[in-house]
């Protein structure tokens, strides 16, 4: 799941990280802690080394640590998973986090900090699920033998050729848009309200979701906000009296509560549908149950009980002492997915050398491919183009009645 | 257009109650604490965290979440504003940094504490809706708006009627002269905050069912009810009653008739219309000067 932050700061990022890079690093702190078993791993090359070392700029200290707290236990009980099964191909696997504040330009600096200092460390490096932090590494990774996987998405990396060794473990922004337009086809509906919160990451999703409306024959009515909004009365209001017959929300946070809350308030029973973004909070925790009746959440598979992979019983399993799963089981299974695709990248190349396993990736076996372990996608198989996942379709996401999320998951997983 | 009314009535009662804050330690220090969002925001997190996470009595959670309001207030006071009046060259101007600063603190800590995920601030009155020309109101809407009116009204009728408040009033015109004539500003200073401080906290048990407890959420209530001031006129609570009331009702009405895009736009159209017409807002009263 990817989470939003300002395509701003993201740019400033960048320009940081060009910065940062031609000036070398500087010394910055970091809370960097290693986990799991072996030693320190460092070496100065990861292809001989007996352990694969995993760098994970994840925020566990800042606005973002809800998302990067979750996405650290699935990648930690996904390394548990494979050492207690005696590495990946043989290979123990060392886990040094340093939480970045969510911040993209920190976490840049940290990383470079860190490559520069450990050459030939590290195996590989994963940046996250949000959006602006992966954008701010891209250009720091391609400059050093190291791959990287993200759960980001098809804006994150245009070409192999500016990220050589990113891949992204989900396909395109409009993936779920498809799935959320196709629901609203198989309802019957014809005009469809579209409320919208004005962040970058939502606004580059309406304009897809908008063109799958018109081929599946539905109209819109849009009715946007800003994420300083504490009511969407009005902006509801304003739907109620285009003739929406469902409303469909692209939101983070509170505003899912907002808009349930409005829908009571205008005595309107419009069935309403939260993005995937809007989806990755228990929405429940926000409004009594009388109040969300009668709208609907995407969702990957992995959060819902009766359509996850038999897989998730092995995170739960595996997860570090004391963690819990508190949001979606997407975001842990952020974490867990890039340990199962660099299992099936060294299984397939016998090597942890970033050439061998950025060729391996891009050519991953059927094994590789259809790895059982794999969460968020049945499927894996990366664009020759900009490496993003290819078998990530519509059909990867659910559609259920927004439900309270126990252990990540809601309990009733009928594709409504 | 009733509901149009009414949710710009309660989205201008936040706006109000942090406007009357703002005010209050204005009127005797002349200082804008852009801090009070933030402890609007500390009283949502403190209801939550009584009321929710400890299980307190409600009657006990307003009281300590009030005692806790005023301690930030006077904190505040301590660590932002006072030290400025020692510093040689300094300007009122330069609170308005410290006091951002200390929003900035506390949004920080409340994300420490209680993360940036949104918290649920239970309201224990009934959950029962009303009918409202034809719309529905929730009861803790109508303790919002009845707190939102009462207090600021109260509080005009406090400065304009007791010795205290007529200090308060005698500070704002001449520091120097009042403190000649026995005014002890310091201790209006620290009470202005703390009072500042207990209702900004209080307000916050009141907007946080509404709202949710969210750190960020803050800086945009800050802003908010400064606009709110600047259409009332500075140092008037009726006038920030007013200002906040018409912030409220002209943004909802463009949202809802125009686009959410241009709320904020009509706010600062009205801003400007009313700041060319009347320089001190609404509520502000032309200084008249012999020469």
Redesign the interface.
């Known amino acids: 799941m990817r989470i939003p932050r300002r395509a701003a700061s993201g740019l400033a990022a960048s320009i940081l990280v060009l910065s940062v890079g031609a000036c070398s690093s500087s010394g910055s702190s970091s809370d960097t802690s290693s986990s799991s078993t072996g030693g320190t791993g460092a070496s100065s090359s990861s292809a001989s080394s007996s352990t694969i070392n995993i760098l994970v700029m994840a925020d566990t200290t800042?606005?973002?640590?809800?998302y990067g707290s979750q996405e650290l236990a699935g990648l930690m009980a996904a390394v548990n998973y494979y050492n207690n099964k005696g590495g990946i191909d043989g290979h123990k696997v060392v886990v040094t986090h340093i939480s970045d504040n969510g911040d993209p330009a920190t976490s840049a600096s940290l990383l470079v900090n860190e490559l520069s200092t450990n050459p030939g460390k590290f195996t590989m490096v994963y940046g996250g699920a949000e959006g602006t932090v992966i954008q701010a590494l891209i250009p720091v990774i391609a400059r050093y033998p190291v791959i990287a996987a993200a759960a980001g998405d098809d804006s994150l990396c245009s070409s192999v050729k500016t990220c050589p060794h990113q891949f992204s473990q989900v396909g395109p922004n409009a993936l779920p848009q498809q799935t959320d337009a196709t629901w609203m086809q198989s309802k019957g509906y014809k005009k469809v309200g579209i409320l919208e919160e004005?962040i970058a990451f939502t606004e580059s999703e309406t304009p897809a979701f908008k063109a799958d409306l018109t081929t599946a024959g539905i109209s819109n009515s849009e009715?946007?906000?800003?994420d300083?909004?504490?009511?969407l009365?009005?902006?509801m209001?304003?739907l109620k009296a285009a003739g929406a017959q469902a409303v469909f929300v692209l939101a983070v946070?509170?505003a899912a509560?907002y808009a349930l809350?409005?829908r009571?308030?205008?005595?309107w029973n419009v069935p309403i549908l939260f993005d995937d973004a809007a989806s990755s909070?228990d929405i429940t925790?926000?409004v009594?149950k009388s109040l969300y009746a009668n709208s609907f959440q995407t969702l990957r598979p992995v959060c819902v009980a009766t359509l996850a992979s038999p897989a998730y019983k092995d995170l739960v399993a595996n997860l570090p002492a004391g963690t819990k799963i508190t949001l979606p089981a997407n975001l842990v299974a952020d974490g867990w997915d890039p340990i199962v695709m660099l299992d099936s990248a060294v299984t397939q190349a016998h090597s942890t050398n970033d050439q061998a396993l950025t060729s391996a990736l891009e050519n991953l076996d059927a094994a590789g491919q259809s790895n059982p372990e794999y969460l968020l996608t049945p499927k894996l198989q990366f664009s020759a183009t900009n490496h993003e996942n290819i078998a990530d379709v519509p059909g990867n996401f659910a559609i259920v009645p927004v439900q309270p999320i126990v252990n990540g998951q809601v309990a009733v997983g009928s594709k409504s | 257009m009733g509901?149009?009314i009414?949710?710009?009535v309660?989205?201008g009662a936040?706006y109000v109650i942090v406007a009357t804050g703002l005010t209050l330690t204005a009127l005797p220090t002349g200082v804008f604490n852009f801090a009070q969002g933030a402890i609007v925001v500390g009283g949502s997190f403190l209801g939550y965290q009584w009321l929710t996470v400890v299980g307190m009595p409600f009657a006990l959670a307003l009281l300590v979440t009030a005692l806790a309001g005023a301690a930030v207030g006077v904190l505040c006071e301590l660590i932002a504003v006072r030290p400025l009046r020692w510093v040689r060259g300094a300007e009122s101007s330069n609170t308005i940094v410290t006091t951002v600063g200390v929003s900035t603190a506390l949004v920080g800590l409340y994300?420490v504490k209680w993360?940036?995920?949104?918290q649920?601030v239970p309201f224990p009155g009934p959950?029962v809706?009303f009918r409202l020309f034809g719309?529905?109101?929730s009861p803790v809407d109508i303790v919002l708006v009845s707190l939102a009116v009462v207090a600021p009204i109260a509080l005009h009728l406090w400065v304009r009627q007791t010795r205290r408040g007529q200090a308060c009033l005698a500070v704002a015109e001449n520091r120097e002269a009042s403190m000649l004539r026995g005014v002890n500003v310091d201790v209006l200073s620290i009470g202005a905050f703390a009072a500042a401080g207990t209702l900004g906290a209080l307000a916050g048990m009141a907007t946080g069912p509404?709202?949710?407890a969210?750190p960020?959420?803050g800086?945009?209530l800050a802003l908010g009810g400064f606009v709110a001031l600047a259409l009332g006129g500075s140092g008037s609570f009726t006038g920030g009653l007013i200002g906040g009331m018409l912030v409220g009702l002209v943004?909802?009405?463009a949202?809802?008739y125009i686009?959410?895009?241009y709320?904020?736009v009509g706010v600062l159209v009205l801003l400007l219309i009313t700041l060319a017409v009347r320089p001190k807002g609404f509520g502000g009263s032309a200084e008249t000067r012999r020469v």
């Open positions: 800042g606005p973002t640590k809800a004005q009715a946007t906000f800003t300083s909004a504490v009511d009365t009005a902006e209001s304003q946070g509170p509560g809350k409005a009571a308030a205008l005595n909070f925790t926000l009594s | 509901i149009v009414i949710s710009g309660i989205l936040v994300g993360g940036y995920q949104p649920v959950s809706v719309e529905s109101i509404i709202t949710y969210i960020t959420l800086t945009a943004s909802s009405a949202t809802r686009n959410a895009d709320s904020d």
